[in-house]
């Protein structure tokens, strides 16, 4: 059974091992990026000559999108040549290197790089890519809601030290986004902007060293994918951004975010349903709306989240710390969260459960929701922004969280020296150390109401 896939193996894991100890994989590529881009690059003339289709680097074979046909002078549109540099990479029988060089800006439509390849591909970006300028320029016949979509594929590295430039501004700006219509109104209407990157259904994926920014919408979305290394990626967009998400995870499992960067205007992370083992270290938040596990239980949806890391990191100038957030009326269970050695600067609500979350003014109350147990927080310290209490664990009025643990946590007000106490509804659990402001009001125990049977342990 296994022999078949044998030989693919090793390479992979040669490939991916490669590209771990020597992140820009730039000592295998310089020589040849050198060669390709020795003339200066004119809006008028044709592209440099074309170097061979493809270059053979000893093992790896490089697939330059410029041997294509695409330009890289940030008008022309590089679509087509991509998706033949694609096409042919993925249809190698070797693992190959999809090469973006540097020095050029390659535009590009929305794009379905699908799989399943061949055998594994490094996309190295080391130029730029963006997309057309804003809603009035993107093509009619293209989908709104996404720009770069990997679909499909087992086993790519999506890196360089390139730019994804999302151009997301005229995105931003559209009168159905919050106060963007006329005198700070929202105007009702479709509003789909595109994720800049998206992995949907696919597997063994790495993103490193790119730097993503100025998204429409969310900048790095993950779907159903499973084994995901996130390392040096940056992420960057300004803090008014709308729908801005850094990364965004959802029915994904064995996540690794790891040294990395987010500022944006939402959420630096947001874990949503159907995501377990995910490892979050070193990440740095800010300005964002925090880490945000949620929000989950939308119209009545069952959801189910567990064994989540967060550690190691920064958040600051952010909406949010640490945040697990809920509507009324869901299902399902969030369980076996750490959040761990977290220095909070400046954040409004550096620990916040909210079982209450409503984007709309009047959401009816509802009986049902989803469970929140096994949530452990320890040495989380720093400031907090006066304009709202430290510590909120505010918990469904039917279904009780259970099992918070806090141990080490101190957070001080970033301005003056009162401390705000912390708020509790029907939240179960136990401070292992007196925490700075001291958290008395969780309940001690477990619930008499909590019975087996209503509730939903995934
Ligand atoms: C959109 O239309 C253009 C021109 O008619 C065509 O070249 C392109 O393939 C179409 N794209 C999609 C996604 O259908
Ligand atoms: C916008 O506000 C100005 C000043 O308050 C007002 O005169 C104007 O009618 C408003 N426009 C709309 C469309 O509400
Ligand atoms: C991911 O890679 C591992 C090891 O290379 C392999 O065993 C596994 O089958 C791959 N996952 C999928 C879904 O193909
Ligand atoms: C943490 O991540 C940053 C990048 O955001 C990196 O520069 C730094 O070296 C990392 N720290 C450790 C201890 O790995
Ligand atoms: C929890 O997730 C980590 C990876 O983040 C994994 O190593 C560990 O095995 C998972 N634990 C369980 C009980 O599945
Ligand atoms: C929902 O419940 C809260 C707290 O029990 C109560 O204050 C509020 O009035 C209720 N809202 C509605 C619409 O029934
Ligand atoms: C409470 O949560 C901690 C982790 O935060 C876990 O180790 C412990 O087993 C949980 N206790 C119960 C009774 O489930």
Known sequence: MTTVLLPRLPILFLLFSLCFLFPPAQGILHSY???????????????????????????????????????????????????????????????????????????????????????????????????????????????????????????????????????????????????????????????????????????????????????PQFHVRFDGCQNVHIEMLNIKAPAGSPNTDGIHIENTNNVKIYNSAVSNGDDCVSIGAGSYNIDIKNITCGPSHGISIGSLGVRNSRACVSNITVSDSVIKHSDNGVRIKTWQGGSGAVSKITFHNIHMDTVRNPIIIDQYYCQTKNCPNQTSAVVISDVLYTNIKGTYDVRSPPMHFVCSDTVPCTNLTLSEVELLPAQGNILANPVCWNAYGTMQTISIPPVFCLLEGIPQMMQQSDVDRC
């Open 33 to 215: 990026t050198k060669q390709s881009h020795l003339q200066p690059i004119s809006g008028i003339s044709q592209p440099p000559a074309p170097a061979p289709e493809v270059d053979s680097g000893g093992d790896i074979t490089i697939f330059n999108v410029l041997s294509f046909g695409a330009i890289g002078n940030g008008v022309t549109d590089d679509t087509q040549a991509f998706k033949m540099a694609w096409d042919t990479a993925c249809q190698a029988e070797e693992s190959g290197i999809l090469l973006v060089p540097k020095g050029y800006s390659f535009m590009m439509q929305s794009t379905i790089f699908t799989g399943p390849c061949n055998s594994g591909i490094v996309f190295q970006i080391d130029g730029t890519i963006m997309p057309p300028d804003g809603p009035d320029s993107w093509p009619k016949n293209n989908s709104k809601r996404q720009w770069l979509v990997f679909y499909r594929i087992n086993g790519m590295s999506l890196q360089g030290g390139g730019v994804i430039d999302g151009r997301g501004e005229k995105w931003w700006n559209l009168p159905c986004k919050p106060h963007k219509g006329i005198n700070g109104t929202t105007q009702p209407g479709a509003c789909d902007s595109p994720v800049a990157i998206r992995f949907f259904m696919s597997s063994n994926l790495t993103v490193q060293g790119l730097k993503v920014k100025n998204s």
